[in-house]
Structure formats: C-alpha cells, structure tokens
C-alpha cells in the first residue's frame, strides 16, 4: 500500500533563512514522487519530481529535493526562504502500478516571517 | 494554453440539495482525474477517467456521488443528496500521459459548503 506522511503540518521560518519539509513514504513498488505547492486560492502546481533518475531533484523558485530509498524520505529544501514561499506543500506518491493515482500527504503549511 | 478549470469555485447548499461540479481540463488531455480534501485532511482520489471511459473509479465515497465525462471532454461531479460530510474542496486534475511518471494539472478546486 502506498501512504505518506508530511512530519509538520505547520513550519514557520524567517526570510532569508532555510526551507525544510519533511516527508516520508511507504510504497510497494518502485515509487514516483511529487511535491506540489498551493497558494491561497490558487490550484495545485508541481515544484519538482522524482522518476527514478537523479535522486538530487531540482525544481523550480529554487526548491530541491533528496530521495533517501534508506531512510524512504523526500524532503524538500530551499537555501533562503522568500516572502513569496508562503503556501501550503504536498508530498504526493504515486502508485506504480497504477496510472496516475496518486496518495497526498496531508500537507505542511509554510508561513514566512519578514 | 488555458489550464484546467473548475466550476463554481464555492457552493453553497443545504443538506439534501443537489450540486453539480464541472471541469474543464486542458485541451487533448484525455485523463482527467477528481479529488477532494475534507476538513483540512489529506487529498483523496476519487475517480480517474481516460477520455469517456471510467478507469478507476474506487475512490467515490458512495452512489450519491456520480461522475460523467460525456464526449471525453468536460466532466461533471454530481452530489445527490448532499451530506454534511460532503462539504470540502474538490480538485480536478488532468494529463495528456497514463503513465505514473506523468505530471497531473490542477484546477483551483470547488469548494462545497453543505448546511
């Protein structure tokens, strides 16, 4: 069975400062990884993922991304957080077996102090 | 390109009323997938469809909730009765790959509010 859990429903950083949510993953198949970002009144839309390539996943507003298949870990980090990072974070599986269903984590919010 | 758009973005309704939900995914994608998120929980799947057809539809909480997708087109989420337990955010997705490596596109979701 496919689950992940996000560690922190809620994290709060300075500006400038670094960015790091935690999320781990339980899969039984080889997994493909997505985190996904949410702004206020805004759908979802993909940060970056993992497809079984580089386990270092870079992508886009300076986010990035480590698989640890050890630790079944995909954290997401960012060097020096901005105002405008403020949103809600999804960790998302998906099932490899499947065609694209995927299993949300239950979402961090990131709040960012000036 | 248009992204994927939802119709209404909030509804209000008392319980035992209908509503009905519509995508509009992006244009030849031919999988459009719908999710919800209850009270500040996960994001569920509902219901995935390859054009018209329904592939997988194990996520639909009960026959109260039905799903269309006339002409592989637009799609339309039916609630009927509506519940307490219904109101939430209902997100729709869509991609032009079945693959799981494929990148799902995301509306701005409906939120449902039921009295």
């Known amino acids: 069975a496919q689950s992940v859990t996000q560690l922190d429903s809620h994290v709060s950083v300075s500006e400038g400062t670094p960015v790091l949510l935690r999320c781990n993953y339980s899969s039984s198949y080889s997994p493909s990884l997505f985190w996904y970002v949410q702004h206020p009144n805004k759908g979802l839309q993909l940060l970056l993922k993992?497809?079984?390539?580089?386990?270092l996943v870079k992508g886009i507003n300076g986010f990035e991304a480590e698989f640890k298949k050890s630790e079944t870990s995909f954290h997401l980090t960012k060097p020096s957080a901005h105002m405008s990072d403020a949103a809600e974070y999804f960790c998302?599986?998906?099932?490899?077996?499947?065609?694209?269903?995927?299993?949300f984590g239950s979402g961090t919010k990131l709040n960012v102090k000036p | 390109e248009a992204g994927v758009t939802q119709f209404p973005s909030h509804s209000v309704i008392e319980k035992g009323q209908t509503v009905t939900l519509r995508c509009d995914p992006i244009s030849g994608h031919d999988n459009l997938y719908w999710y919800r998120r209850v009270m500040g929980k996960e994001i569920k799947f509902l219901l995935h469809f390859v054009k018209e057809s329904k592939q997988d539809e194990s996520g639909m909480p009960n026959n109260r909730f039905l799903a269309e997708r006339t002409g592989g087109t637009y799609s339309t989420l039916k609630v009927q009765p509506a519940e307490l337990e219904d109101s939430g955010v209902y997100f729709c997705?869509?991609?032009?790959?079945?693959?799981?490596?494929?990148?799902?596109?995301f509306g701005e979701g409906s939120r449902l509010t039921v009295l």
């Open positions: 998302v599986v998906s099932d490899g077996r499947a065609f694209n269903k995927f299993y």
């Open positions: 993992y497809t079984s390539a580089a386990t």
């Open positions: 997705a869509s991609s032009s790959t079945g693959g799981y490596t494929g990148e799902l596109f």
